[in-house]
Each structure stands twice: as C-alpha cells, then as structure tokens.
C-alpha cells in the first residue's frame, strides 16, 4: 500500500518516535511546562461576566439615578421601582448561569475527541488534553484540533476553507503543514502537534466564537435601538418636566423632583430587557433537555425565520446503522471465481478501510473474516466520486462505489441496481478494474461482479416532522448523494410532496438562476456532490428564502458553514458538528420541530410583550410633554398650570398587572406564528397609535377633574386616582389586545390583572398606601367614560392597522396542528 511516513521527528529537545507517539513520561512532562491545548470551550462565559453584563446595563444605569434621586427627597415608598433594578438582575443572572451551564454540559458531550499515539497506543482523548509534539491520527470527517505537521499520509486531502476561503481539498504530505480549524476530506494519517493552546491558528477565533452570546440578531439589534432613541427622548422630558413643577407650578423641591422621576420611570421599558434575555435562555435550557445544544443563540432566532429545511437522506430521514440484506452475484460474478471469492474481496475492503462509513461497516459485520490479501494501493472513498477501492496485487483491482456511477446505464447490472434502489434500499456494487486504483485514470473498465444489497430502516418519526414542516409552510427537500431513484422511494414513503419526481443532480443547472428555478418545483434530489450542496443552499437564499441545513458527513460541512442555520446529528463527524449552530445529540430529526418551535416562541412572544412596554413608553412621554407644555401654555395664556397627575408609587402599580406579571407570563407562553423580518416597524405600528390614545385620554380625565392650584390635598389625590383609572383601564384593554389570539389560560390572566387593580383600588390599606381616592363618584365616572373612549379608539386602530398591512386579525386561537409539547 501506498503510505508516506516518517520515522521520527525531532522537538524542541528530544526525538519522538512516530509509530508509537509520546511516553507517558513526555506527556506528564509537558503538561507540567503548560505546553497544553488549554483553551476555552463553547459556552464558556464566565460567572463573573454574566454577573457584570446583568448588572451594569444601560437601563439599570437610569433607573439608579432615579431612586437616587427619590430617596433623597426622603419618600422611601416611591422608590419602589428600584425594586425592578434587583429582579432584572437577579432574575438574567439566574437563568443565564442555568442556561451556561446546560451549555457548557452539553458542549462536553459533542466535542470531538481526537485519536493520540501514546506508548504505541491510539486513544481517544479531549481536545485539552493533547499536549505538543503529540501524534495525532487522521481520518476522513476528523477536525484538526490544533496546527501541526503531517508525518504519515495515505491520499490525505484536507479541506481549508473555513479558514482560507479556498473550495478544493489540499493534498498533504509528509511535512506538509496543517492548520486547525481545518478537516480531513479523504484519506487517512497522522500529524505531530507544533502549536497548541492560543498559539495554534484558529484558538483566538475559536475563542471568540464559542462565547455564550446574545449579539448579532434582528431582535436584539431592534430593542438596542429602541433604547438608544427612549435614552435621548428622557432628556427633554425630564428638563421641561422639572421648569413645569418648579417654576411654574411652585412646587418644593421634594415634589418636583418626585414628579419627574414619576414622569421617566414609565419611559423606561425595563422588563423589555430582561424579557429578551430571559426568553433565549429559557430556550436554551429547554433545548437542552431535549438533548440539542445551541452553540450560537440567535442561532434560537433564525430557526423560527426559517422556510425552507435541506435535509439528507441517510441519518436523517432514516437510521444511522445499515445492515447487509443481499449480496446478488452478477453474471460476471461466477467468472470471477464465484461467491468465495467476492466475499473474501468484501472482507479485505472492509479491514482495509480505517474510517469505515456506515455501508462498509455494514459489510464488515457480515464478512468478518481475513482473506490473508495484502493492499497495493488504496483510493478512498470520496463524495465527488462516489467510489473507493484497494489494489491486492496478484487478487485484483476492486472498486465500491455507486452503480450508476461505475456502469454503463444501459446496461443489465445498472438496470438491476435501479430497480432495487426504486424500493428504497441502499446499492453498491463490487467490481473489479483493469486498472490499479491508484492509477490517474482510475477506475478504467469496471467488471461488474455483485450488488451489495443494505437496508436502512426509516426513522418511525420521519412521517411526522415532515407534516409538522408542511403544517407550519415549511418546505423539505431532500439532498442526497444516493442514488436518486432510492432517494425519491424513501421520500415518496413518507408522503413527501414531490417524491415521485426525484431529480438526479448530475442533470442540474450550473448557473444559479437556473439552478433556482429547479429548486422552486423540485423537492427529492439525488447524487449530489459536495458543491453542489452548496450551491442549491446559495440558490435558494437568491430567491430571499431562509435556509436550514441538515447534515452529520464531512460532505455537509461546505452547506452547512452556508446555510442560514446550519444543524448538525450528534454522530456526525467532528468537521460537521464544529460548523454548526444546532447540534442534535440525539441524532433525532424529530428533535427540529421543537427547536423550530422554541424559535418562533421566542421571537414571537418577544415581538408580543414588546408592544406592551413600548406602548407604556409612548404614553408616558405624551403625558409628560402635556403637562410640561400645559405648564408653558399656562404662562402665555393666563390659566392655571397642572403639575404632574402621578406619583412614582404610581406608575409603579400601574405596570403591575398591566405590563409586569402578563409580560412575564407572555413571554414563556407557546407561539406557533412564524418570524417575519421587520421587527421594529411591526412593533411600533401598534405601540405608538395605542401609547397616544393613552396619553391623551389619560390628560383629558386628568384636565377634566383637576380643581386648580388651590385644590386640597384630598383633591388631588382624587385627580390622580382619576387619571390612573383612565390609564389602567385603557392598558388592560391594550393587554388584551397584544394577547390575542385568545386561550383559556389568557383569559384568567385577564381576569387576574382586572381583579389584582379592584383589590389595590378597594382594600384601605392599599389605598391608603398607594394614596388612591376613587370615593368621588363623579371624578371617576369621567375616568371610565374616557377610558371607555380610549378603548374604543384603540381596537378600531387595531383592526385598521391589520386591514393596512394585511395581518391576521383573529379573537380565538385556532387549533394548533400536532408538534409534541405546543411546539
């Protein structure tokens, strides 16, 4: 057999012995100098960073100055809000560290663990564990873990694109050097580690890639950018605010003071923070328990943007193991000296093979034993060329491979092989070639000898998750590199629009438009190289779909890197499960509803209980510009001017039950709706018409009962009670609203919010506590009728905003199609 190696290679201060790698003595040697692969894993932000980032935000920065400011005016009670300081903290703090350390378990499980030499013995060990100078072997679909130099290679190709943007595979030989971050795509050897921790070339990247992260996402972009614009609105506010209670108004310092805070604090969207984090970490945790590591978090996001799935044959929609079902002899079969010797050539491939895939696994199982035949040449098998083969001298030239690939297709073995594969099952054939097969122009003239019959057995949930896509408007297509008869069988088994249609990829369009316009009809593919994953991946984005791409072999790896979201099986090969954002340790395909589901959850609940705080914003903003304008009105018109109508305790409860506990509630609930682009917009079409209603109606009530400056203190307690009936009364409404479509169990929080404001507005102590007054029967019967007012005027804004953009207006929850768990 062809095989390039060296003997020893020389370090730094001693010779290592290649064919048996470090002695334990060397190992221990190195550890104790700190030549280790020491650097960070996935998910391995620390405590301390969690900590910081939960705490030092831009929104507990405002409303820290703002309790700074009431306590020193000495009212302890109107501080309360401070309270919301702790428990966004607290509760982000909780549940990242939760979600970190699901994480961080889950990251154990999948990291790949390459094969080391040590003491002329080849074990499997972790990532942090190899040390310089370690022998590390290769095999097809292995990730290089740290930068080395080849010492032994067998038609070693390894693939550098992830790191230098180069597509072909680079052939290596010994001495060659290779990067990590890069994959073996064929062949098989061994490297010596040169560079290891954060000196080897893709430890920094990786590092920074790994970290638990919340950035570069849609929603989270939009709620920064809603924060910056409220950030710069409080200044004006607060300024005319405070001439209002000062200067015109007269009020004392104390008060004035405590009515600007009462007038910023409900500006401040606090929870909306918090409730983003909070809702991706939940997601995480909850992936987690069903075995699906998120290695990037908006990775949660795009999943629910997400209309379009590429998914494999093998491994996905059926199981990863294969069993021999036939070996039929061909005619030339019995010329090649009969089933005897075709099983000793199945046996010697077989033993041969030092990365066995699943096929010739497979075949191992059934041929278990030694021909005694000694290897010439080798030719891995490849996904570009669908076959591998050994040379055994004077026993001939075999080749496995694709049948449509090795014959003639008119021929009778090609016929047989596709009437097979039209049932679903797996064909190889054996041939034997004039040629070696390491020759240029291998295979040369193939002599067909047998079909290599395999069973795969499909998924009992494959049936399932593709209804669960085709409920939910998400396309499937299957890409496959099997024979694309046999693809469009097990497709077309599984009710798979389009099954019976199965599409070869050699026929495809190299041009992308064209290649599109295939993509836009065709579901079932079959014979697909590598690249050209990639490139159906490229033309289905051109046509502005979102693509998620699933796969567990090497010749995934380029589709998954390009696809939107890229989901990796947990048995796939270590390449593959580096590159992707979701890793399903449970090898299920039915596992990626759920994540499909947590997505859409996230971003629609999110999306939901935004309009809640960003109403609360608007209003609070129009309210305090009225009544700092109604204050410079007074001075130019000659009537009296009307401090602020609240106080910080104020607005306080009146997010309670209107924002606080339902946003909460809200934002864990199931949502099946899927994400569309343009968050922002969306949000702010509902929250501005909504906030202004509130705002005027809010000053109306107020206007309408305030008594003057001269007004006693039960007066204008009186007042404001008025005026934050009319608010609740109208936020409550707008509650129901943004719960729509309605289930049982929002129509209890409904309920639960209506009754938690009749008992502060009811119980003495709580309105004595509150400083609420609603015993002036007048005063608050204006409060209903402008409240009733509001109400009207915000559900007619509803349904015209739906009719304008042409959304979905529905009362009640339609019933949702079958996904597990509210998925």
Known sequence: MANDEIDTVGTLAEEVDVRTGLTAEQVQRRRADGRTNDVPGRA??????????NVFTRINAILGVLLVIVLSTGSIVDG??????????AIGIIQEIRAKRTLDELAIVSQSTPMVRRDGVASAVAPSEVVLDEIIELGAGDQIVVDGAVVEGELLEID??????EADPVHKRPGDQVLSGSFVVSGSGAYQATKVGRDAYAARLAEEASKFTLVHSELRSGVDKILKVITYMMIPAGALIIYNQLFVSEQNVGGALNGMVAALVPMVPEGLVLMTSLAFAVGVIRLGQRQCLVQELPAIEGLARVDVVCADKTG?????????SELRLLSD????GGQERIRDALAALASDDPRPNASVAAIAEAYDHDPGWSASAVAPFTSAKKWSGISYGGNGNWVLGAPDVLLDPDSDAARAAEGIGATGLRVLLLGESDLPVDDVAAPGRVVPRSLVVLEQRVRPDAADT?????AQQVEVKVISGDNAVSVGAVAQSLGLPGGDRAVDARDLPDDSGALADVLDTATTFGRVRPDQKRAMVGALQSRGHTVAMTGDGVNDVLALKDADIGVSMGSGSPATRAVAQIVLLDNSFATLPHVVGEGRRVIGNIERVSNLFLTKTVYSVLLALLVGLSGVASELFDFEPMPYPFLPRHVTIAAWFTIGIPAFILSLAPNNERA???????????AIPSGLVIGIATFTSYALVYAGPEQTETQQIQAGTTALITLITIAIWVLAIVARPYVWWKIVLLAGSVVGYLVLFSVPFCREFFKLDPSNVAATTTAFVCGGIGIAAVEIGWWVSGRLHGEKRRLFSLPEPPSGDGV
Not at 44 to 53: E, G, H, N, T
Not at 80 to 89: E, P, T, Y
Not at 676 to 686: L, N, T
């Open 316 to 324: 996905t929609l059926t199981e990863n193991g294969m069993r021999l």
């Open 80 to 89: 309360m809000f401070g309270l919301l300081i702790i428990a966004n903290s």
């Open 44 to 53: 391995s932000r620390s405590v301390k960073d969690i900590v910081r980032a």
């Open 676 to 686: 569309r682009p343009g968050f922002v917009p969306r949000v702010m079409r509902f």
């Open 160 to 165: 550098e694109s992830l790191l230098t943007g």
């Open 466 to 470: 593709l209804a669960y896509f085709a």
């Open 333 to 336: 079969g019995d010329a090649g």
